[in-house]
């Protein structure tokens, strides 16, 4: 049986010919004798006419197939709103392949059910036009990336997905072996190992689109698994491995968007980044920067500026623009800065007579008021905000709030940038150090990393579009000393060095070429290409922010003998 002969989208330019279609009722009007079908596929929609056949079963979702022809629609009837719309098929006989149940929900985009019910049902849910056009989109971008990949020499090449558990950041997923009781694979955050053995192997331009899964904590642009662009280059550094990720990145937009976006993306080093808008992932579509004020304050008698730079703090500030500045505004900043760590918010409002209305406005001395008005380039109406403390946090807690008050809503500009330079090592609550980005990767300058290492930079970098990482690259190291002293720094003894990563180590004693990478997620960019607020919506069948899955009801328990087999006893708490 043939089921169709054309999409639903494709009839426009099938006027007097017949054609079978197949696909869902996606709305039926009855006009007193003649019924009107939106018949709906893959493809689009089209209308259907029903004159004098029996059509009083059909539903929303009855599965059907229609056999007619195609005939242009009569004048005052074209719908310029839809792709098809001046044309319709006069049915000569409408089959239901299958019927459906009462909906859960209405498939439409106009209609917003709740989220739970939606995963529930994620098989009708991915019926909707806009999630149907995300993973049309989604696939796209996919297709581009391995097309402008391959255009490039690079192999697509497939890693395992059972691993050894090792520190990539995150917690790993571990799995159980039957065959090993009290061992466990992990599966791999990212193929970090694999892809650096491939540069062992000769193999120089590796890519694959790899599914990584992470035990953290989930949040608007994080799932439990996500899948990534990963790839990784012998012989090349920073610059060859950004322009390649451009390449791909421009090669997404422009399949999705119809437009490139300028190339190369802009270098912001982590310390500028920081500085300039208190976040290594910088939302750059809008101003408001944050502003050094130590110096114009340098001498102040408000104390509240004074003790803080006396203890080697700064004072930072942002221009918000002119806008209505309530007090329960002020009121609602000042808590929002003293849950993200601050002392407090010093609020400025300029009056139109150039005077700062401001509860501190009495301590400072005119000059520094007009010092403050001048390095935030403020106009009358300008609020500005000014946050005293140590370094880091007085730049993060600005960074947030330059976020909650600039943040444009609504626009389709992309600001790509590229955050380069991050430190090598972190200090931990607990005085010990951690690295910043994986151990893995090649510090800038080893005697700085052997002397001092929260000094030490690493060869690493991030892709930021609107303030959402994309992912992260660098440099690796390719020398077995090198990634023993890196160990040695994180407190990882020689025992755990050879029993964990010993068959790593053994691998760079064998001509290990220069190499380095990169990782981007293919969800995240999707979702802001496609304008989504959550990763939820172009992901095909997520969890929820629990972990949970409504449609399969996983995870679940499984049964005690499956247990026996892998040498697992459940405790209670």
Not at 150 to 168: A, C, D, M, N
Not at 501 to 528: E, S
Request: with cysteine; aromatic share 8%.
């Amino acid at each position: 049986m043939i089921f169709r002969t054309h999409m639903a989208a494709d009839i426009s330019g099938l006027v007097g010919e017949s054609v079978s279609l197949a696909g869902w009722v996606a709305r039926r009007r009855d006009h007193g004798g003649i019924t009107f079908i939106d018949i709906r596929d893959a493809s689009g929609i089209a209308q259907v006419v029903a004159d004098g056949l029996a059509t009083e079963d059909l539903r929303m979702e009855f599965c059907i197939r229609v056999m007619g022809t195609v005939r242009a629609r009569p004048e005052g009837t074209i719908n310029a709103d839809l792709p098809t719309g001046t044309v319709e098929v006069a049915a000569d006989s409408i089959e239901v392949l299958s019927p459906s149940d009462p909906l859960p929900f209405m498939l439409d985009d106009r209609v917003d059910a709740d989220e739970r019910t939606r995963l529930e049902y994620r098989y009708l849910d991915l019926r909707r036009p806009r999630m149907a056009a995300n993973l049309r989109a989604r696939s796209k971008a996919v297709s581009a990336i391995r097309r402008s990949l391959e255009g490039l020499g690079f192999l697509e090449i497939e890693t395992p997905t059972l691993v050894r558990s090792t520190p990539e950041g995150a917690r790993d997923v571990l799995v159980p072996s039957r065959l090993r009781p009290g061992s466990f694979y992990a599966l791999p955050q990212s193929p970090q190992l694999f892809k650096q053995l491939l540069m062992i192997a000769g193999v120089e331009r590796y890519f694959q689109i790899a599914r990584c899964y992470r035990d953290e904590d989930f949040r608007a642009d994080r799932q439990l698994e996500f899948t990534q662009l990963d790839l990784e280059g012998a012989y090349w550094g920073e610059n060859e491995v950004q322009t390649t990720i451009e390449a791909a990145i421009a090669a997404v937009v422009q399949d999705l968007r119809g437009e490139s976006p300028p190339l190369p993306f802009p270098r912001l080093t982590w310390q500028e980044s920081m500085d300039r808008y208190g976040a290594d992932k910088p939302d750059l579509r809008f101003g408001m920067e944050i502003v050094d004020l130590s110096s114009e304050l340098t001498g102040t008698e408000f104390r509240g500026f004074a003790a803080t730079l006396e203890s080697n703090g700064v004072v930072r500030g942002i221009n918000t623009g002119a806008r209505e500045f309530p007090r329960s505004l002020a009121d609602k900043l000042t808590e929002e800065a003293k849950a993200l760590g601050a002392a407090g918010l010093v609020w400025m409002v300029i009056e139109p007579d150039s005077q700062l209305r401001s509860p501190v406005a009495k301590f400072l001395a005119a000059h520094e008021q007009k010092a403050i008005v001048e390095a935030l380039a403020g106009q009358p109406g300008d609020v500005l905000l000014l946050v005293a403390g140590p370094w880091r946090t007085a730049v993060t807690v600005l960074g947030q709030l330059r976020l909650s008050l600039g943040r444009p809503e609504g626009h389709r500009d992309l600001a790509f940038v590229w955050v380069t330079d991050f430190p090598m090592f972190e200090e931990t609550g607990d005085g010990n150090l951690t690295f910043s980005h994986h151990p893995f990767t090649s510090p800038q300058d080893v005697e700085v990393m052997r002397n001092r290492p929260l000094e030490a930079k690493a060869r690493a970098y991030d892709v930021v579009v609107n303030g959402v990482e994309l992912g992260s690259g660098s440099i690796r190291i390719h020398h077995p000393d090198l990634q023993r002293q890196v160990f040695d720094i994180l407190g990882i003894s020689a025992e755990e060095q050879e029993s964990r990563f010993g068959w790593f180590l053994r691998a760079l004693r064998y001509g290990t070429p220069p190499h380095g990478g990169f990782a981007f997620g293919i969800d995240r960019l999707v979702m802001v290409l496609q304008e989504e607020a959550n990763i939820r919506q172009v992901i095909p069948f997520p969890k929820t922010q629990t972990g949970h899955d409504p449609m399969t009801m996983s995870p679940s328990p499984v049964d005690e003998g499956q247990l026996a087999e892998l040498g697992i006893a459940l405790v209670e708490e």
